[in-house]
């Protein structure tokens, strides 16, 4: 059954922490995609992969990072220069680039 | 540069009664768009899209869409709405050679008993 998965389905982070979004994919998609979203903001782009270990920035990538070292996986990393951390993180991918985007369940976020 | 316009944050909208969700773009170039329905705590899930061809489009769950290129519109709608149709519902477009989806700021739609 293809689908792309998402985990932890929620994850909390300490001051001055790094944490990992895990985003998995089985569909054999190129291209893959994360976005936050925040309560009536609709989505915004963090970083995008259209091949292995190549990846781009998207419009909101300041104290983000990300790893494309297999076509199958996309972690995210927020890193503690990320003042406001807390949102939902979609993962989605798509054949290419510029073709229909799948996502995932979501990831929520949350500071203690 | 394109850009998205759900004016409608909320519709409350009765079960059985039909519905209209109102999406406007605008754009330089051939446009690609697309709605999403996001339920509580959820990833989106493709309803429908349009790409070329005929302007109506239908999609899952009894919804369709009409592209109207003079209106630079792409409303949603359904004929007769289920309480299970409770979900946010997003729009987005993307085209003209860029890879960029541009979302919309999303309606909640709440179907009433």
């Known amino acids: 059954d293809g689908g792309i998965t998402q985990s932890p389905k929620y994850l909390f982070r300490k001051e001055g922490q790094n944490v990992t979004l895990s985003c998995e994919q089985n569909l054999n998609h190129d291209a893959m995609y994360w976005y936050r979203q925040d309560p009536g903001q609709g989505l915004r782009l963090i970083y995008y992969s259209q091949i292995v270990n190549d990846f781009q920035k998207g419009d909101i990538a300041e104290g983000y990072s990300v790893s494309r070292e297999k076509k199958e996986s996309f972690p995210l990393t927020v890193t503690s220069a990320q003042k406001n951390p807390t949102a939902f993180y979609l993962c989605?991918?798509?054949?290419?680039?510029?073709?229909?985007?799948?996502f995932g369940p979501g990831t929520r976020l949350l500071v203690l | 540069a394109q850009s998205v316009t759900q004016l409608d944050s909320q519709v409350p909208v009765f079960e059985e009664a039909p519905v209209e969700l109102r999406c406007n773009y605008s754009s330089s170039v051939s446009v690609y768009l697309f709605w999403y329905v996001q339920y509580p705590n959820q990833g989106l899930q493709l309803l429908l899209k349009y790409l070329s061809g005929s302007t109506l489009v239908k999609g899952i769950n009894g919804f369709e869409a009409e592209f109207n290129k003079s209106q630079t519109s792409f409303h949603l709608r359904k004929p007769s709405v289920h309480i299970s149709d409770t979900a946010e519902y997003f729009c987005?477009?993307?085209?003209?050679?860029?890879?960029?989806?541009?979302f919309g700021t999303g309606t909640r739609l709440k179907v009433l008993a």
């Open positions: 987005a477009v993307t085209g003209g050679g860029t890879y960029k989806y541009i």
């Open positions: 989605a991918s798509s054949i290419l680039l510029q073709e229909t985007q799948y």
